[in-house]
């Protein structure tokens, strides 16, 4: 076995450039693997940590009713109970701040461009417990009085105002009422998070109570939470235990970001694939190629005495090699770019704007280093390369010994 | 002593619709010891002879003896261990593999037979400084000479000590001072060691150091 497998190994040099050619393409698709998938796990990473200190928190009460039709947001469907909430979750040591979550327009009132946005009545003390919106506001802070808006640089940008600015927020009032109010841009924000940059503005909490008629009501509560958010959630749910308020961890409200997140997996068993084709035909190739220049060879060793066995497993130790070559060149070349986009990212702000597709995050994409998938390409790539040499070695062997020394010319 | 018998051995090559009668009913016994070349035109079903005698091939009818044991039922595995075993082979293009050492193909035999590595390294110095490439033990085969390497391929042949050496036209790709020591080698070794060679050739050299000369014609004997 020793020396077969020195064998093996020797003729893995046995043609240097075809060699070097071979390793450098298995080369280049584990490197493609490792660089999507670091990339797709970066922005799983990133998407989840965005959402909860942006968007979700780790997770909200509200009216399931609310939940359901959040799109349309019936701002009329309310917290019952608030006190018996407010109770348990301090019963907890558990952070949480109320919120309004309204429908409005945002309209610049000298151009009268106008805009659909969702509102957000906050408390800014509360807020910064829950959320982390506050360390990305600048020139400026979360809206505390009354007539104070926080708007992002996108929204900024898109209809043209600034900071000191007014801008009209028009809505429906929880009595259904129509109502609009002017309010002064005291700050803007930019968060990783394009959603919330894209589709959210911000006014105090008092200030949405009085825009929209709330009568002291709110219509989410959000918690943030450092165990288990599903657990939690049910566990909440339970004890809390009033008629239509519900637990909703941040899983479940960004069902379209979970949905993407799944997809993923299939996606990272579809690169394997692709990186399994590369493989297999650059090994296919080099290993049809080896088998058919030393036909006369196999026939020499199989006429010594070496048995099939031994025969296969000398080109599976020789693809084998070739494999585990081209996994640690690709994973040098992984470690590169992965490194490069950890440290520097890639901007493709150019290319897709703010375009979050799923993904809450920036247009500035990075990696991440993922030893597991690493170690897996590695083996993935030495077995498989170890596998598809088996099938042209089986076909040299199919032919009769006699054959393969008369087509070489060796013998007779 | 006798050691290969073969009797009404034929062999016959089907290739679609084409049927073409290689050997016809050869009988022949090979003593111990022999210094023999089979010789015959091209076609004639030397190689053939080789094949069988080697136990690379099986005969369509007939039988073959080695030793008193049967090779026309071995199978597959059985036939690769006697192989192994019992007969070195010498090539027309020595058949070197490339990347070893003149040293590690002449214990590629002894590998096979999983021989320790103080016995390996015993035997194949040994046998290299006999058929004169003392020094010679860690050259690859293209830092060698023709007639270099067909002595590399006969101490490979002869390194597990076989029974018999089948060497197929072993001078041909040699000139003829070359072919003529390497011949000179052989009859010294097939004194010493008492192993029997069969060759198979149409050089004359190759047929004036045999002992016994064996024809063969349109796969028949004309001894």
């Not at chain 1, 075809?18 to 693997?33: E, K, P």
């Not at chain 1, 000398?314 to 070349?333: K, M, T, Y």
């Not at chain 2, 040293?103 to 103080?118: I, Q």
Request: proline share 3%.
């Amino acid at each position: 076995m020793k020396f077969v497998f020195k064998l093996g190994i020797k003729n893995l040099f046995r043609y240097k450039e075809r060699t070097f050619l071979t390793c450098l393409s298995l080369a280049v698709g584990i490197c493609i693997l490792i660089f999507f998938n670091g990339m797709l796990e970066w922005a799983d990473e990133s998407s989840i940590r965005n959402l909860k200190k942006y968007e979700t928190a780790s997770m909200k009460i509200g009216n399931l009713a609310f939940f359901e039709e959040e799109n349309y947001i019936p701002v009329d469907e309310v917290i019952k109970e608030r006190g018996k909430i407010e109770k348990i979750l301090n019963g907890k040591d558990l952070e949480y701040t109320p919120e309004i979550k309204f429908k409005a327009n945002l309209i610049n009132e000298i151009t009268g461009d106008s805009y659909p946005f969702f509102g957000m009545g906050i408390k800014a003390e509360s807020h910064k417990k829950v959320y982390e919106l506050n360390e990305m506001v600048y020139e400026g802070t979360l809206p505390k009085s009354s007539k104070e808006i926080l708007i992002s640089k996108y929204t900024a940008e898109l209809l043209n105002v600034g900071i000191v600015d007014y801008l009209i927020v028009e809505t429906d009032t929880k009595g259904g009422a129509h109502n609009a109010d002017a309010f002064k841009i005291t700050a803007l924000f930019e968060t990783p998070n394009p959603e919330v940059n894209k589709n959210f503005f911000y006014i105090s909490l008092d200030a949405a109570n009085n825009l929209l008629a709330m009568n002291g009501d709110i219509n989410l509560i959000s918690i943030k939470a450092e165990q288990n958010e599903e657990s939690l959630a049910r566990e909440l749910k339970k004890e809390i235990d009033i008629e239509g308020i519900t637990v909703r961890p941040w899983q479940e409200q960004a069902a379209d970001y979970m949905d993407l997140s799944q997809g993923k997996k299939g996606g990272s068993s579809m690169m394997l694939m692709m990186a399994f084709i590369i493989i297999a035909v650059g090994i296919v190739n080099t290993m049809n190629m080896a088998v058919f220049e030393r036909t006369g060879e196999i026939g020499m060793m199989r006429a010594m005495g070496m048995t099939d066995k031994e025969i296969i497993l000398n080109f599976i130790f020789e693809s084998g090699g070739l494999g585990l070559l081209g996994g640690i060149l690709g994973l040098v070349l992984g470690a590169i770019v992965t490194w490069y986009l950890i440290r520097y990212g890639w901007d493709f702000s150019n290319y897709v704007g703010d375009l979050s597709y799923g993904y809450r995050v920036s247009a500035v994409f990075r990696s991440k280093w993922d030893p597991g998938m690493m170690i897996t390409a590695l083996i993935f790539s030495t077995v498989s390369a170890s596998i598809i040499s088996i099938f042209p070695a089986r076909r040299a062997l199919k032919r009769s010994i006699s054959e393969t020394l008369k087509s070489a010319g060796k013998f007779g | 002593m006798e050691l290969i018998k073969t009797k009404d051995l034929s062999k016959i090559y089907i290739s679609g619709e084409t049927e073409t009668k290689a050997l016809r009913e050869v009988s022949l016994v090979i003593e111990n010891g022999e210094f023999s070349a089979i010789t015959g035109p091209s076609g004639s079903g030397k190689t053939t002879l080789f094949n069988l005698i080697g136990a690379l091939d099986t005969p369509t009818s007939g039988t073959i003896s080695f030793d008193g044991k049967d090779l026309s039922n071995l199978n597959k595995r059985a036939r690769t261990l006697f192989r192994r075993e019992k007969i070195g082979f010498v090539f027309q293009t020595f058949n070197l593999i490339p990347v070893l050492t003149a040293f590690e193909n002449v214990a590629f035999p002894l590998n096979l037979l999983g021989a320790s590595e103080k016995e390996i390294k015993e035997k194949v110095y040994n046998l290299l400084e006999k058929v004169g490439l003392k020094g010679m033990e860690e050259r690859k085969p293209a830092a060698l000479s023709g007639g270099q390497q067909q002595r590399v391929a006969v101490a490979r042949a002869l390194i597990k000590e076989p029974i018999l050496v089948l060497a197929d036209e072993p001078t041909a790709n040699l000139d003829s001072g070359t072919g003529g020591e390497l011949m000179k080698l052989m009859r010294k070794l097939n004194k010493e060691e008492e192993i029997t060679f069969l060759f198979a050739t149409h050089d004359p050299m190759v047929m004036e150091y045999s002992r016994r000369r064996i024809k063969l014609r349109d796969g028949k004997i004309q001894e």
